[in-house]
């Protein structure tokens, strides 16, 4: 068993990447697509249901986590990977982004963050020294570092005040983390839309040195292109032999877009909602299983795709158990999108190593292209 963190870049293709990161708790391979766990389960979904679409790695929210049932409470009870049921790698998020998306009254200083739960309005404190015992208490195998997130939209002042509090609590978290063999602790590109914060915020992290390295602060309705833009930049200015990884990306052409860019990891709860919203992804784009039009329709909804939704339940029914409100609709439709993700990012990996990626975008453009199949 691989006992140290470790990635290896197998191929690459054009800027595209495709490689393996080793951890004692198994391999990730890359490009990778992490289903998100908010609160210790990946919704409507069984562990082993989630491994069944070719997951190799989970999130798990700090934010969420230490207000319930607490960070404490699931050391105590051996674990995350025990309390979930989980026994592949874990991604935590280090609560930044969420105690400015969720949090009442928050109060920020150079210490941390300060703010009350959005549940009970209890009071709690964050700063990357807590944010690193409570990934420590949680036994998450990659760490985030604690950033700051400043709302959108902000001018450029303001957005380079926050990259330079967050890098230095990058060190303070790379100092909280200490020396953990097996253990990953990644830090976070942050600088917005801009190329020169974006190359500082690089250069901080690098020298202070992680694990790996995210880029922070996107997907947060800057838009596709926007995106796409810093994208053109952003992973060029982190270290090649190290994974990247784009937080919160994202749909179907979002990824294959950041794949091509360089990107070999993300995560989004867009799966995972979406199923419990009546949304399905599809090689042909998205359908709303609502629609009337589905309610005779007797076909899967998409007949290559080798899900338990798509092989065993027409769109009609589909229908019905989401307009009864069934439980089983969520179930069904998280099911087949997790699938979708997970065989989108198998068919890059392969495509990637063979070098044929610029036909497998292609394919995968004029697939969706068609739109959804006719109705009957
Ligand atoms: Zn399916």
């Known amino acids: 068993m691989v006992q140290r963190f470790r990635f290896d870049l197998k191929a690459t293709d054009g800027r595209a990447r495709t490689g393996v990161i080793a951890t004692p708790r198994g391999e990730i391979r890359t490009p990778a697509f992490m289903p998100v766990g908010t609160a210790g389960t990946v919704k409507a979904m069984l562990p082993e249901q989630v491994r069944a679409t070719g997951a190799d790695i989970v999130l798990g929210n700090t934010y969420h986590l230490m207000l319930r049932p607490t960070a404490e409470r699931i050391a105590r009870l051996g674990g995350l990977h025990r309390f979930m049921n989980w026994d592949r790698p874990i991604l935590t998020d280090s609560g930044g982004f969420q105690v400015m998306s969720l949090a009442e009254l928050r109060k920020l200083s150079e210490k941390g963050v300060q703010f009350r739960s959005h549940i009970d309005g209890s009071r709690h404190e964050l700063t990357p020294e807590r944010s690193m015992e409570i990934q420590r208490l949680l036994g998450s195998d990659i760490v985030m570092c604690f950033d700051e997130c400043p709302a959108l939209p902000a001018d450029e002042a303001r957005v380079a005040e926050s990259m330079r509090l967050s890098m230095r609590w990058a060190a303070r978290s790379k100092e909280a983390f200490g020396d953990r063999p097996g253990h990953a602790l990644f830090g976070i590109q942050q600088g917005g839309v801009t190329q020169e ?143 979708y993700f997970q065989s989108l990012m198998a068919g890059m990996r392969d495509a990637i190593a063979e070098g044929r990626f610029d036909g497998w975008q292609a394919q995968f453009h004029s697939d969706r292209a068609q739109g959804d199949i006719e109705p009957l």
């Open 197 to 339: 914060l974006r190359a500082e915020s690089a250069e901080a992290l690098t020298a202070i040195g992680f694990d790996g390295y995210a880029i922070g602060g996107l997907a947060v309705g800057e838009g596709q292109e926007a995106m796409f833009g810093v994208l053109e930049y952003a992973p060029d200015m982190l270290p090649e032999g190290r994974p990247r990884y784009l937080m919160g990306v994202g749909k179907p052409d979002d990824i294959v877009g950041a794949v091509a860019r360089g990107v070999d990891m993300m995560d989004c709860v867009l799966p995972t909602r979406s199923g419990r919203t009546g949304q399905a992804w599809t090689r042909r784009g998205q359908v709303n299983i609502k629609n009337a039009r589905h309610a005779d329709d007797p076909r899967p909804l998409d007949e290559n795709c080798t899900c338990p939704a798509c092989r065993h339940y027409s769109r009609a029914y589909l229908h019905h158990v989401f307009r009864a409100g069934e439980m089983i609709s969520g179930m069904l439709l998280t099911w087949h999108n997790l699938h």
